[in-house]
């Protein structure tokens, strides 16, 4: 009886080793399962800079990847490289072959590279470049482009005016400084507006070419400042986006004054609405459904191991995808509801409503 009793015992122990080890084998193949359960992955910046992340990007890219049957995530890292970078280890761990990254500054952006590549993954500088990374693809616009018709666009406003021959005193104010994108809009709108302020033609505003860290609220407090140093007396604006231009909007109202020539980009809603009522001259419409598409169509090929399609040139030595940007004012807004990168319900509203054709 005893023998039984310890013969018993013994099962007991043995069947609960058993039991554990199961356990913890189960706990070791979790992850295993988890490392295959996506294939591709993208790594957008914030929901502040611009609106597009959140109201374009993001549907786009998950419609993309859908549409072709390849698994995928599209995370955002609110404006925080450290979580951008715990993403893309997540995304590496869950398996994914191919990262589409829209940095948000080089020091982090190199790291999720140099940390993908060295996983056997392949990375897209999406939108921005990672000037010096081991991208394999770059998708993007245009960028001095994007400068060039804003700067063209201003001009054409100052002349529309009158003011042009008035020796107008003009602000700018930039992007981010870290971010290339930023660095290459200026290079384009400088690149025509310097020559007018050598010449006479254009006056820089004292303390008028500003960086805002794409910031509203930055460049909201800069505007401010720029028109106290100026006696208020600012001809026209150079913003490089829209959110930036609302900041000047915004100002100018809150100072009693009229509208100014002022430059946007995006396309956002708010954006359309501030040029239909007369307070922005233009914005540059990126077309971020053929953006999202070329850079989804880039990742699928590479998963699929075919060639990456659209490539057009390089930049900084990497293969790239550059796109055409378009001007966009009162004339030609419509285009943006033609193509359905806006809804005219977004536009045409309230106090806005007037306005529409």
Known sequence: MKNVRWATA?????????LLVAAASARVSSPT???ASIQACALLPDTTSSTRYTLFDAPYLKAAFKAAGVSATVVN???DPQKQKSQAQQCLAQGAKVILLDQLDATSGASITNLAVSRGAKVIDYDRLVVGSKASY???FQNPVVGKLQANGLIAALKARGKYSQHPVIAELNGDI??????????????????????GTFKLAKSGDQWTQWSATVARTEFDQMLAQNGNKIDAVLAANDGIAGAVVASLKAHGLKSIPLTGQDATPTGVQFILAGWQSGTVYKSVRREANAAAKAAIAIIKKKPVPGVNGKVSGTKSILLTPVWITKKNYTLLFKEGFLKKGQVCNGIYKKYCK
Do not use: E, M, R
Not at 10 to 18: E, R
């Open 178 to 199: 870290k971010d290339n994108n930023a660095k290459l809009f200026k290079q384009g709108y400088d690149s025509i507006l310097k020559p007018l302020y050598k010449n």
């Open 33 to 35: 399962k988890q490392a």
């Open 138 to 140: 770059y998708v993007s």
């Open 77 to 79: 890292a609110h404006n």
């Open 10 to 18: 013994a099962l007991t122990v043995i069947v609960a080793a058993g």
